[in-house]
């Protein structure tokens, strides 16, 4: 399939993986209430930085916007 970005945003907590295996290369995840929290775009950036990966690297996206969380 390629690389996929995975984001979670169902919840407080916002959530974001990244890999093109059965494992993510990279995960994060940051309260949407915490002071620290500068939004879902850094928190992509940062996993994807992280991963080794480029936006130009996602072959697919998967989101949940809920209700409930990814599983």
Do not use: N
């Not at 916002?14 to 995960?27: H, I, K, L, S, T």
């Not at 995840?29 to 930085?49: H, Y």
């Not at 990966?53 to 599983?71: E, H, N, Q, T, Y």
Request: aromatic share 6%.
């Amino acid at each position: 399939m390629g690389f996929v970005l995975a984001l979670e945003a169902s919840s407080r907590t916002y959530a974001a993986a990244a890999g093109d295996g059965e494992r993510p290369r990279a995960q994060r995840a940051s309260r949407r209430d915490d002071p620290a929290f500068t939004g879902l775009g850094d928190l992509v950036a940062q996993t994807l930085a992280e991963s080794g990966a480029a936006f130009r690297d996602i072959a697919a996206i998967a989101v949940d916007i809920g209700p409930g969380g990814l599983s």
